[in-house]
């Protein structure tokens, strides 16, 4: 599925769909908020929430007080809903419509959270490229939540890819130190369970030596 195609999915699937009919629905992003906590940063970090969709996580780190927050995603209507359920508080954030391997951040980032967009790219290149956005814009840390090798094959009718913690760390490694790992079941609306893996990372620099 190329980006056009990719985009026109998941605009239908915001348009058509309300957050109790869609499988990664959170009333409280625990686990998500746990990591970013873990951090500690201080509430002027810039954190950024990719494929946050209409995620309760800005919801979230609004009420604790953080103030440099942007959410992308590659549907503008899932965006939308997220503004129109924020009202006045969305004036706060810095909303980006984007294909993630299409970003082009104009600033860093201390925190890059991603819960459920990695396992969305199949292809290295796609993974390639979204690492190159990533090893460029993040300065402080990483969390990234995908489907574990016990979780499902798809969603929302497409197919994504599963990671163990082994595999994952491999494909950060060029630039990410792995901090810590969990496994945690996602129960649906629909009362079915979800195998997520959630790992974070610090971002490291190799330092290059001269050679005479």
């Known amino acids: 599925m190329?980006?056009?195609?990719?985009?026109?999915?998941?605009?239908?699937?915001?348009?058509?769909?309300?957050?109790?009919q869609v499988s990664w629905t959170q009333e409280i992003p625990k686990t998500s908020l746990d990591f970013i906590s873990s951090f500690g940063i201080t509430k002027d970090?810039?954190?950024?929430?990719?494929?946050g969709g209409d995620s309760k996580l800005v919801d979230y780190l609004l009420d604790k007080g953080f103030e440099n927050i942007t959410v992308l995603d590659i549907s503008e209507k899932a965006?939308?809903?997220?503004?129109?359920?924020?009202?006045?508080?969305a004036k706060k954030v810095n909303w980006v419509v984007s294909d993630i391997t299409e970003f082009e951040p104009n600033t860093t980032f201390d925190i890059w959270h991603?819960?459920?967009?990695f396992h969305f790219l199949t292809t290295p290149e796609q993974v390639a490229k979204y690492m190159e956005i990533a090893r460029k814009s993040v300065i402080g840390f990483m969390t990234i939540g995908t489907f574990s090798e016990n979780?499902?094959?798809k969603c929302s009718g497409l197919?994504?890819?599963?990671?163990?913690?082994?595999?994952?760390?491999?494909?950060?490694?060029n630039g990410f130190d792995k901090i810590r790992c969990i496994?945690?079941?996602?129960?649906?609306p629909f009362s079915t369970l979800q195998n997520f893996l959630f790992c974070s990372f610090k971002r490291h620099y190799e330092i290059k030596r001269q050679t005479n």
């Open 2 to 20: 190329d980006n056009t195609n990719r985009k026109n999915h998941w605009e239908t699937v915001y348009e058509t769909k309300n957050p109790d």
């Open 45 to 51: 970090a810039k954190i950024i929430d990719i494929g």
């Open 79 to 89: 965006l939308e809903k997220a503004k129109k359920r924020l009202g006045d508080k």
């Open 114 to 117: 991603d819960r459920a967009t």
């Open 151 to 153: 979780g499902p094959t």
């Open 159 to 173: 197919q994504i890819k599963q990671y163990t913690e082994k595999t994952l760390t491999k494909e950060l490694e």
């Open 183 to 188: 496994t945690e079941d996602h129960k649906t």
